[in-house]
């Protein structure tokens, strides 16, 4: 059996040299940024913009020695449906070692070669509290405001970074967010701009006065890794204990804010633009929106993979009429972009087999993701004098999800870092829906809309007298 061509880095890896400094190594960032540059760096442009590599948690360390092994390259797997491609992506060239202190990346950084640092430390890892604010409750952010010159934290190291170089004369590099939040670069100078001001508000006038924060959005469906993964990995002759899978679909949009510099990411498909926040919104609203419309009766049902839920015709019903009816027409326009083609785009991209993305996977974390992704379309729906039937039940099936069995009577194992406080929540839920609506760190005021709370209660009491899938029989009836 002939083992099928993987493709290898063109360029010559010993003579880049770095120009970001990047912290969280996930599989998103290595199927994302680290492609486009390598992609950048085949044309033969942008070789002083290699990554470093650098984690601030203990368990980032495994990532580290097993990226380190392999001279730092990375496998990353395309799951065309055409046929799998592989590729060795080079454009990381050092990975700091994981310490306590963070003593080696604050050093990394404060060096003037670096103009980009840039985060992927997922959506929940951003230290907020309900309203949106800096968390300065967190024992983490307390520590690091504590002990600024040795923090733990990555917004506590890009401060004493940062504060390094406005003490050395060196100009400050961009921070740059490629986490899937609204306004992630705004959220990003708040947070590193309120640690500051806890211990050293001139500090805090400085970075709010001279750094940038771009906002961008980012797009790529990555599975976590497994023994699938690593298996197919094995088919290509690499035996890669941390592959990277992901879909063929890519896309990245930035503000153009790099006062310090950055590489030509326009010759290889980034878009700049300053309409980032109307791409966000898009991306947010018709696609993480149309995960969490699919994942809870998907998860309710006993169905283990996304692809398999597009396969479920219910679910692809109700999809397809919260998508037209209740989503896409309160999305605000986006420059060249036929939002009913993007929705066409995404439900091809959710029906891929050989992603293999897991319903667990987009359950996950909904704390944090319902507020951003299913929430504020309630609300504008709301303020476009709609009545967002759909976008409720959607959110009565993560309540009804989140009580810890499927309609089957199947444990659901714990899947947000709240699980334990929203399973009690939600079981109190099935006599009394006020207790789920009064969580206003999700849905603010909207339980003291009376109608939404009506229309709440109403859904969550059908799913459990009749279960998710004659609940979405109804709904895509009406």
Not at 185 to 209: H, K, M, P, S
Request: with cysteine.
């Amino acid at each position: 059996m002939t083992t099928p061509a993987i493709s290898l880095p063109s360029y010559d890896r010993s003579a880049l040299t770095p120009g970001i400094v990047h912290i969280g190594l996930g599989n998103f960032h290595r199927a994302h940024q680290a492609v486009y540059l390598d992609d950048l760096f085949a044309r033969g442009e942008g070789h002083d913009w290699a990554i470093i590599g650098a984690g601030v948690r203990p368990t980032d360390a495994r990532m580290r020695e097993a990226l380190k092994a392999q001279d730092y390259l990375s496998t990353v797997i395309e799951l065309d449906p055409s046929g799998k491609r592989a590729r060795r992506v080079g454009a990381m060239i050092d990975f700091l070692p994981i310490e306590a202190g963070n003593a080696a990346l604050i050093a990394a950084m404060s060096k003037p070669e670096i103009r980009i640092v840039s985060l992927t430390v997922t959506e929940g890892g951003y230290f907020l509290d309900p309203a949106g604010r800096l968390d300065t409750a967190n024992a983490e952010i307390a520590a690091d405001a504590a002990t600024p010159t040795a923090p733990e934290t990555a917004f506590g190291t890009i401060l004493a970074a940062l504060n390094a170089r406005r003490r050395n004369g060196s100009p400050p590099f961009t921070v740059m967010s490629c986490d899937n939040l609204p306004g992630n670069g705004d959220v990003t100078r708040q947070v590193v701009v309120g640690l500051a001001r806890l211990f050293d508000a001139g500090l805090a006038e400085w970075v709010a006065a001279n750094v940038a924060f771009p906002n961008g959005m980012v797009d790529r469906i990555t599975p976590a890794t497994g023994e699938r993964e690593r298996a197919m990995a094995a088919e290509f002759g690499l035996g890669d204990p941390v592959p990277v899978t992901c879909e063929p679909f890519r896309q990245w949009v930035l503000e153009d804010r790099f006062p310090a510099g950055r590489p030509a990411l326009e010759k290889v498909g980034v878009i700049f633009t300053e309409h980032v926040h109307a791409y966000e919104t898009m991306k947010i609203r018709i696609l993480n929106g149309g995960h969490a419309i699919i994942a809870y009766p998907a998860g309710l049902m006993d169905i283990d993979y996304v692809h398999e839920a597009m396969e479920e015709p219910l679910i692809t019903a109700f999809l397809d009429k919260l998508e037209r009816e209740e989503i896409i027409p309160i999305v605000p326009p986006v420059p060249d972009t036929d939002l009913g083609d993007y929705y066409a785009v995404i439900r091809e991209r959710f029906s891929n087999p050989e992603v293999a993305d897991t319903v667990r996977r987009l359950c996950l974390d909904g704390s944090n993701r319902q507020p951003k992704f299913i929430v504020p379309s309630i609300r504008d729906n709301r303020a476009a004098g709609r009545f967002p039937k759909g976008l409720i039940l959607a959110s009565a099936l993560w309540c009804r999800y989140c009580a810890g069995t499927t309609d089957s009577g199947a444990v659901i194992a714990p899947n947000d870092p709240s699980w334990d406080e929203l399973t009690a929540r939600a079981r109190q839920a099935r006599t009394d829906p006020a207790v789920w609506l009064a969580m206003r760190e999700v849905y603010g005021d909207l339980a003291a809309d009376d109608e939404v709370a009506a229309a709440f209660a109403a859904a969550l009491d059908a799913l459990w007298t009749n279960g998710a899938r004659a609940v979405l029989a109804d709904y895509v009836r009406s």
